[in-house]
């Protein structure tokens, strides 16, 4: 019977992992490990398995996307779901799609989940478990990792490997560890009478529950206005206080400020009607509770001066100095809204998962290519990742994690499996149009703007040009090692920008004048529109540190700006295509225009050197295929003269002839008449 175990056993770990016995303990090899089964780890997962790579991803709870199932509180999701964008391209409308993450599935697309603009949390927990069941991603639920540490061996590919524990005491290895965990541990300031506040993750929602009552609340982020929004109207007031002033994101543009749909209290306290928002450091305040339960604001030095036998009636509160003082009034609750932090705890300390500095202390430090400073081998996808562009882009929401996730793929497969970066390459003459086409459709670029940059490399003598999508840009210097490709001949990088004094809490952007039309003053766009830097040479990691404050890239040899549009539609011909194609044609010395077959025939008699489209084309006779409807259409444009079928094809009757007149006319050349028209090639020079 116990072999029987055994059997069982080993065939079961042989169908999760390869089984390894190391010092005694058995370990459940797979070659990547993803913690944490949400929108970015489900993201990860969908990419490997497309890529047919050994992975397995750990879930703590029964189902995916377990903080969803419990937040936002109020169930009000604030990632726009728009319906309907006048366009049927795919790419194009993901850029007003902020929930649904990437997949080959169009059932997997989150309109088909609801068609609320600001959708409703448990769409997005069904969405998520959809997304892992119909594409089977190899999810491992009810699995929690307490314990992350690392056992050196150079035969590994990051010369050590990744030991996992799990809540059974379940021990796992892994080559290659992405954290896709989150940030959910709560963020808590204690100071004295700290235990008196309410957590957000607690609280109640009833606003039955507030009726008549005065609130007080600490934090100034999305979750305090909203629990505010959701009691605004039973309340006898609330006041709300933090550190900064408050920051809405129609000004900072960025998306995880202060969104509209959460800020009436603004309105209240702005038209007088007894709200109000408060700036002070939380770290000073002390809260005191009376004998009828009533919460007192006081400052903790006044606590820490008075005597301490002396009763809670003898505690100096700052109104007794300052009969003004604004939150003199008690208040029946108070409730802490301060945000989320990343769970360090189960890392060991062999991991040197640090965390960042400033206001990005809530995140783990890694470098702009989403690996650990600490650790090779080690990615933290998803919001825990947001230290990259916090507060500048939307590295931390699904909109725009869904595509560095995808780029830390393509970064692995460059490195562990000789992929190298997914590329096209194109004759020079199809550079405007390959720019353009990417700027008015692709939605990485869009919405990880700033951070994610497409990167043309010019081949030798920039007659073609190898075409790299979503790029980051933090690593530009390390292109070639983490992409597999060569840019020996200069490249260009494509990027899209808001203007470089238009963003941020201070900032009046409803001014007169606030927008740019002008081709000549793109330079000085406000709104998101498409930049391009042209480098002579792929730029060092000492001009990259160097790089201008608030430049994503360093000075380049040149820049263009193509100026922003009011519907983001940058095809017009004269404002944004013609600009675009004579600045690549000055950085590239050549003509990137198009030409007849006549006016190549005429350039190759009057230059030394041919455009390259006639080289590429005219001159290697691959120029359009002779039909019925391109000789009719000629002959009504009068570049040819009328001419029967009976002049080339004798006297037989059609039916002697074996396939279609145009198949004929393919087969046959076309007599053309002498080429008077050439006088007027002139006109298109």
């Not at 993750?201 to 909203?226: C, H, K, M, W, Y």
């Not at 305040?285 to 009828?292: E, G, H, N, Q, V």
């Not at 004269?574 to 044609?585: K, M, Q, S, Y």
């Not at 009976?646 to 074996?658: K, Q, V």
Request: proline share 5%; hydrophobic share 35%; aromatic share 12%.
């Amino acid at each position: 019977m116990a072999s029987v175990v055994c059997g069982m056993l080993l065939g079961l770990a042989l169908y999760t992992g390869s089984l390894r016995v190391v010092s005694g303990a058995a370990f459940l090899y797979h070659d990547y490990c993803i913690i944490g089964a949400g929108p970015s780890g489900l993201q990860a997962a969908y990419f490997l398995q497309q890529a047919g790579r050994d992975y397995v991803v750990f879930e703590r709870s029964h189902a995916p996307g377990s903080f969803f199932a419990l937040y936002p509180r109020h169930r009000k999701l604030i990632s726009i779901n728009k319906q309907y964008t006048g366009k049927s391209n795919s790419e194009f409308n993901l850029r007003h799609d902020w929930n649904s993450l990437l997949s080959h599935d169009r059932r997997l697309l989150f309109r088909r989940y609801s068609r609320d603009f600001f959708p409703d949390a448990d769409a997005m927990v069904r969405y998520l478990e959809d997304f892992a069941a119909l594409l089977k991603l190899r999810v491992q639920y009810n699995t929690a990792i307490v314990h992350v540490t690392l056992e050196r061996n150079a035969q590994a590919w990051n010369g050590h490997y990744f030991l996992l524990t799990d809540q059974d005491r379940q021990n796992y290895k892994c080559s290659s560890l992405l954290v896709a965990t989150g940030t959910w541990v709560p963020n808590v300031v204690n100071f004295p009478g700290s235990e008196y506040v309410e957590g957000y993750e607690t609280v109640s929602i009833s606003p039955e529950d507030f009726a008549g009552q005065t609130v007080l609340i600490l934090g100034r982020g999305n979750s305090a206005f909203e629990t505010a929004e959701n009691i605004l109207g039973v309340t006898n007031f609330i006041h709300m206080v933090s550190r900064s002033r408050v920051r809405l994101s129609w000004a900072t543009h960025y998306v995880g400020d202060l969104r509209a749909i959460n800020n009436g209290l603004l309105d209240t306290y702005q038209l007088k009607s007894l709200d109000g928002l408060l700036e002070g450091d939380l770290e000073d305040l002390a809260i005191i509770k009376d004998k009828k339960g009533k919460l007192h604001i006081t400052l903790r030095f006044y606590l820490e001066n008075r005597n301490t036998s002396a009763g809670i009636d003898s505690i100096t509160l700052p109104q007794d100095e300052l009969d003004n003082f604004a939150t003199r009034a008690p208040y029946d609750r108070v409730i802490r809204c301060l945000g989320w932090k990343f769970d360090f705890s189960i890392y060991n300390r062999s991991l040197r998962m640090m965390p960042g500095k400033g206001n990005k202390k809530k995140y783990p430090q890694i470098k702009p290519s989403y690996e650990s400073r600490g650790t090779r081998g080690l990615f933290v996808l998803g919001t825990a990742s947001h230290s990259v562009d916090f507060r500048k882009s939307a590295g931390g929401f699904i909109h725009g994690f869904r595509y560095t996730t995808r780029a830390v793929h393509r970064l692995l497969e460059n490195r562990h499996h000789g992929v190298p970066w997914p590329s096209t390459v194109y004759p020079i003459t199809q550079l405007t149009n390959s720019i353009i086409k990417r700027v008015n459709e692709a939605s990485g670029l869009y919405q990880m703007f700033s951070v994610l940059a497409d990167i043309i490399l010019l081949r030798e003598n920039a007659t073609a040009f190898e075409y790299l999508e979503e790029y980051p840009v933090g690593v530009l210097a390390e292109l070639e090692t983490q992409t597999g490709r060569k840019a020996p001949n200069g490249l260009f990088v494509v990027i899209m920008e808001y203007g470089r004094n238009f963003s941020g809490a201070d900032k009046d952007v409803f001014y007169y004048n606030r927008a740019v039309g002008e081709a000549q003053h793109a330079w000085q766009s406000n709104f998101l529109h498409p930049v391009i830097y042209y480098y002579k040479r792929l730029p060092t990691e000492r001009e990259m540190r160097l790089r201008p404050p608030d430049w994503p890239l360093p000075r380049p040899d040149a820049v263009h700006h193509i100026v922003e549009d009011f519907l983001t539609d940058w095809t017009a011909p004269n404002a944004h295509i013609l600009p675009l194609r004579r600045f690549l044609e000055n950085c590239l010395s050549t003509d990137l225009r198009n030409f007849f077959a006549e006016s190549c025939f005429l350039f190759a008699f009057t230059r030394q050197k041919l455009p390259p489209f006639c080289r590429q084309g005219y001159v290697r006779m691959q120029g359009l295929v002779g039909s019925e409807g391109l000789r009719r259409h000629a002959v009504d444009a009068g570049l040819l003269e009328d001419y029967t079928p009976t002049d080339f094809l004798g006297d037989s009757p059609p039916d002697s002839h074996e396939g279609s007149q145009d198949q004929l006319l393919r087969d046959h050349a076309i007599p053309v008449r002498p080429l008077q028209h050439l006088v007027n090639t002139k006109d298109e020079l």
